[in-house]
Structures are given as C-alpha cells and as structure tokens.
Nanobody, 122 residues
Framework: QVHLVESGGGLVQAGGSLRVSCVAS????????MGWFRQAPGKARELVAV????????YTAQTVKGRFTISRDNAKNTVSLQMNSLTPGAAIIYYC???????????????WGQGTKVTVSS
C-alpha cells in the first residue's frame, strides 16, 4: 500500500494554468502506472490521464487532450499533471492514483490520494 499526497490545487483564473503534483511514500511507484482522476460536485469521478511505469506511454482523456499533460519523476517518486487553458466552473477535486483502471465503467485504483481542489474563476 502506498500513501499518496496531492498538492498544487487552488484558485486560478479562466484560461490560466496550474500544475498539481502527487508524492508517494511507503514504496517506490516506479513499477506502477499512475493516473489522475477528477470529480466535480454531484458528478461521477472520471479518468483524466494515465502514465506507464517507465513514463514512455501516456493517455489523456479526449476532454483534456492538448491541454493537460501527465508526467512523472520516478527518482522523486512523484507524478504531476500540468493543466493549461482551464475553464471556469465548480470546484473540482483531482485525485492521484496508482494503477488506474476503469472496470465495468467504474473508476478503480490500487491506491488513492486524498485529493486536491482546483477552482477556476471567471
């Protein structure tokens, strides 16, 4: 079991950028795929991006493709999500996770962080 702690959330202006990060402790995450999920109030949690253990392969959801970039630094046991061209709306919580999966349409992961809140103002 890995302890994941996200950081970097906060208030940003529409069109702005923000970088959220996740640091893992307890064990190395270099062998684990990592991902970011997000959840808006009253909505289902959705997968945003995934990166393979070695960092060679990435996936970003169509809704954020071209604007969000996932990366990792295995030497520091961290994974980050660079978010650009942010649009205003309700506060959204971004969650870091190991081994992100969508099983029968339901988001699942080996480990979850506590989440970090991102609010984009108009």
């Amino acid at each position: 079991q890995v302890h994941l702690v996200e950081s970097g959330g906060g208030l940003v202006q529409a069109g702005g950028s923000l970088r959220v990060s996740c640091v893992a402790s307890g064990r190395t995450i270099s062998r684990s795929s990592m991902g970011w999920f997000r959840q808006a109030p009253g909505k289902a949690r959705e997968l945003v991006a995934v990166i393979s253990g070695g960092g060679a392969t990435t996936y970003t959801a169509q809704t954020v493709k071209g604007r969000f970039t996932i990366s990792r630094d295995n030497a520091k046991n961290t994974v980050s999500l660079q978010m650009n061209s942010l649009t205003p709306g309700a506060a959204i919580i971004y969650y870091c996770a190991t081994e992100p999966m969508i099983v029968v349409g339901i988001p699942r992961a080996g480990d979850w962080g506590q989440g970090t809140k991102v609010t984009v103002s108009s």
